[in-house]
C-alpha cells in the first residue's frame, strides 16, 4: 500500500487509486524521449551541411524572425564540482581564467550569425542555460549580453531568463543582470535533503537558497522558479516533504518537479551510485504524485510536463490562453520559429532543421577560430515530421490536440490506433475523430502517449533513454 494522501476519498476508493496508480506506472514505465525537440535527438539521420543551414536560417528569419524574434540559448557550460545527477553537458574547473575566452566565442559566434541576416535581428528570448552560468563573474556575463544587445532589437514582448546556482550566485550576478533586462530566474535546488545532497554531490544549506530567494524580489524579478527532482538516489517520502516543506516557505512562483534520468552509460558521474540507491519505479511515482497533490493543494496549478506555476506567473496565462510554447530551453511564453544556440553542446532550430555545436570546448574553439559553424550532428525535418512535431509539441503544452483527416498525424493515429484505444481503456486519454485530449490520469504519462504517434519510437530505439516514470 502507498502513502499518498487522497484526501476526502472512502477506504474503497483509495485502494481502488492505488491499485491503479502502481499498475499504471508498471505498465508504462518504460524508456522515452522528454520531447524537447521532435524528432528527437537520437532519431536525427538527415544533418544539413553548413550552406543548407545558412538557408535555412535565412528562410526561418524572413518567414518568422522578423515578426516574432529570435530566441537565443546560451550554453555556459563550466562548474566548479560535478554533480553527479547531472546530464547537462559540463566541464568542471576551478580555473577561472576560462571565463573571458569563452564568452569571446559566444561573441564571435554570434557574430557568424549577424553576417548571414539581412538586416538587424530582434531578439524575443534570451535564456543562459549550463553547466552553472553563475560560476562567470558579473562582468564577464555583461560583456556578452551587451554585445547581443548593442547588435540587435528586442521585440516588445522579450524575456531574458538565467539558471543559477544558490552557493555561487552572488547580489552582483542578480543585479547586474537584471539591469540588463532580465526579469526570470531559476534555481537549481533538487532536494533539501543532507542524506540526498551528499549522494549527489550538491551540498546546498537551506540558508543559500533563502538568501538569493530574498535578493531576487527585492532586486525585482518577477518570476522565480525552483528546479525539484523526485527519484534522486537515498531519495524517500520523508525527504520529499522536508523539501517541500521549504519551498512552501520559499513561495516560488514557477516550480519544474522532473524525473531524475538515469543513464549511466551516458553521463559517467551517475555510476557512483546503482540502482540500488534508486527508489522503485513505484516509489519514485509516489513521491511525484505526493509532491503534485501538495502543489495543487498550496495554490500552484500543473502547466505541462512537470511544471506548475502560481496563477500570478506570466506562464500561466499562457498556459490557459493556449500559446504556451516548447523548445530547447523548455516551456516558453515566446513564439519564436527561429531559435539559435550559442556555446558548447547548444542546439539551433531553424523550424524545418536542426544542428547542435560540437560538444568538447576545443573542438567549438577550433572551429570558430577557423570561421566556420561549428555542428558536429543534426537534423532536416520532413513535412511529415514537422507535422508530427506540432501535434507533440500541443500534447506536451496543452495535453490534448486536434486534426483534420488529410493531415500526416492522421495517419499515424490510425497505425497505433489499437496502442491509443489501450491508453484510452486505462483512463489516460480520450479518443475521438479529430482530436486526443490527455486525462488527469493520463498527465503524468504524456511521455508515454506522444511516444504512441512517434514513428520513431520502435521496442530497439528506446533503449538509449531514460525511463519515462
Sequence with gaps: MTYINFQNESPIEFCIMTFNH???????????????????????KHPPNPEEWKQFVIRAFEKDGKQNGISLYIHLPYCESLCT????????????????????????????????????????EIHLGGGTPTFFQPANLAQLILHLLNTSRLHPQYEFSFEGHPNNTTHDHLKTLFNLGFRRVSFGVQDMDPIVQETIHRIQPKE??????????????????????????????????????????????????????HVPWIKRGMRKFTDADLPSAIKKKELYTWGRNCLEQNGYHEIGMDHFALPTDPLFAHFKNKSMNRNFMGYTTTQSQLLIGLGVS????????????????EEYSAAIA????????????????????????????????QWKP???????????LSKLKEMENDGLLTLHAGELLVTEAGKGFVRNICMAIDPFIQPETTSIFSQTV
Excluded at 513535412?383 to 503544452?397: A, P
Design 22 to 44: 502502481e499498475f499504471l506506472t508498471a505498465k508504462y514505465n518504460t524508456a522515452g524521449p522528454r520531447y524537447t525537440s521532435y524528432p528527437a535527438v537520437p532519431h536525427w
Design 85 to 124: 545527477y547531472c546530464g547537462c553537458n559540463t566541464r568542471i574547473t576551478v580555473n577561472h581564467q576560462v571565463e573571458k575566452p569563452y564568452i569571446d566565442l559566444l561573441c564571435q559566434e554570434w557574430n557568424q550569425y549577424l553576417a548571414l541576416l539581412p538586416e538587424k535581428p530582434m531578439i524575443s
Design 208 to 261: 543559500h537558497v533563502t538568501q538569493v530567494m530574498r535578493w531576487a524580489r527585492e532586486i525585482g524579478y518577477t518570476s522565480v522558479n525552483l528546479d525539484l527532482i523526485y527519484g534522486l538516489p537515498k531519495q524517500t517520502l520523508e525527504s520529499i516533504k522536508q523539501t517541500f516543506a521549504c519551498v512552501m516557505e520559499w513561495q516560488p512562483d514557477r516550480i519544474a518537479f522532473y524525473s531524475y534520468a
Design 346 to 361: 547548444a542546439i539551433s532550430d531553424a523550424f524545418s532543421a536542426f544542428v547542435q555545436n560540437h560538444k568538447t570546448v
Design 370 to 401: 577557423s570561421g566556420q559553424f561549428t555542428h558536429f550532428k543534426g537534423h532536416r525535418l520532413t513535412d511529415v515530421e514537422i507535422n508530427i512535431r506540432w501535434h507533440i509539441r500541443q500534447l506536451m503544452c496543452h495535453f490534448e490536440t
Design 406 to 416: 488529410e493531415e500526416p498525424i492522421a495517419s499515424s493515429i490510425i497505425r497505433n
